[in-house]
């Protein structure tokens, strides 16, 4: 039985990685002189970094059959905090800018648990919501509805995490011949490897697969699932808080209203990328491939001259798709399941 689940994981994680190939495939034949180029392959490692960033912290609160809807607000609230420290207090420590940030986010996420856990509420889908509204309203609040920009501010160390690259070469006459490999995306890279280890390795990662795949059997095997659930909202805040330091770097402007699409965006990568919305399932590299996609797909579009409403309506379709994929996986699953009992 083991063999098979390994072999069907696997069957999985390939799909979704054909799935990414064959979108590539496509935008490369449709747009030849665009999107093949080392600078737009580069600018989507880029796009992709916040959605990644996010969506690590949003598979945690999926696999524990929950749901984090606070993600956008907070990640806008991280960089406005650091907006609003750089702008009015003179504050231009890139570790104290970051810290700050980190710790307002992380915050707000061991709120979102808290509520779930101390106050029983039915489902996080109700704490979130409500959370997302109010980190939303902080954030225009704590900057007056308005944009703050960071450039010429003296945070240029800060805003390398988020725009700046390495290997960059040029020749003789200094034009560009490579543009870099994004810092952002090798912070991706380095924060998968660690959850990679922490999920698979590590009892408490091991605690929140059992939390979401078996409540019950958490329960008789006395693993404090409220303590695991408080714990789980906290790192989705702390790495939302993580997506809004590179936002500073990536946008070079705190806004209120630059999150609208994180939410949607961290959900539709997780599920595309194997997890499940009835908990227990999910990996670290799947819901890499699930926000490649994503970012692959706004890149194409966007190349493409493709409108807001359009790409609204792709990236709609996208998560209903993903959602349905997920429902019919989970049917066949349970009907399995009953004909092995039977």
């Excluded at 710790?103 to 109700?126: Q, Y």
């Excluded at 509805?145 to 010429?152: D, E, L, P, Q, R």
């Excluded at 390795?201 to 095997?221: F, V």
Aim: net charge positive.
């Amino acid at each position: 039985m083991k063999k098979k689940n390994s072999f069907k994981e696997i069957i999985e994680k390939l799909s979704t990685l054909l799935a990414l190939i064959i979108l590539i495939a496509i935008f490369c034949i449709t747009m030849p002189d665009k999107f093949p180029k080392i600078a737009n392959v580069m600018n989507i490692l880029k796009q992709a970094s916040i959605n990644c960033l996010i969506a690590s912290g949003m598979l945690c609160a999926l696999i524990t059959a929950g749901i984090d809807l606070s993600v956008g607000s907070n990640c806008v609230l991280c960089t406005c905090t650091i907006g609003v420290l750089v702008q009015n207090f003179g504050l231009t420590n890139p570790v104290l800018l970051a810290i700050c940030g980190l710790a307002v986010s992380t915050f707000a996420g061991f709120i979102n648990g808290t509520l779930l856990t101390r106050l029983d509420l039915p489902h996080p889908f109700v704490s979130t919501m409500g959370m997302k509204n109010v980190l939303l309203g902080i954030a225009l609040v704590i900057t007056g509805s308005k944009s703050i920009g960071f450039t010429n501010t003296g945070v240029d160390s800060l805003m390398y995490i988020g725009g700046g690259s390495v290997f960059k070469m040029t020749d003789a006459s200094g034009k560009v011949t490579f543009p870099g490999i994004p810092v952002s995306f090798i912070l991706v890279i380095v924060v998968f490897i660690i959850f990679d280890i922490f999920l698979k390795k590590s009892a408490l990662g091991r605690q929140i697969y059992c939390c979401g795949g078996n409540p019950e059997a958490a329960r008789l095997s006395g693993i404090p699932s409220k303590n695991v659930l408080t714990f789980v909202y906290a790192l989705s805040g702390f790495m939302t808080g993580m997506a809004g330091v590179v936002s500073v770097g990536r946008l070079a402007s705190a806004n209120a209203n630059a999150g609208t699409n994180y939410d949607n965006d961290a959900i539709a990568a997780c599920i595309v990328g194997g997890a499940s919305f009835t908990g227990g399932k999910g990996t670290i590299w799947g819901t890499l491939i699930g926000a490649m996609i994503m970012a692959v797909i706004r890149n194409g579009l966007n190349l493409m001259g493709a409108s807001n409403d359009v790409q609204y309506i792709v990236i709609g379709a996208v998560i209903i798709l993903a959602v349905t994929i997920d429902v019919v996986r989970n049917k066949m699953e349970a009907k399995a399941r009953k004909m092995a009992a039977a």
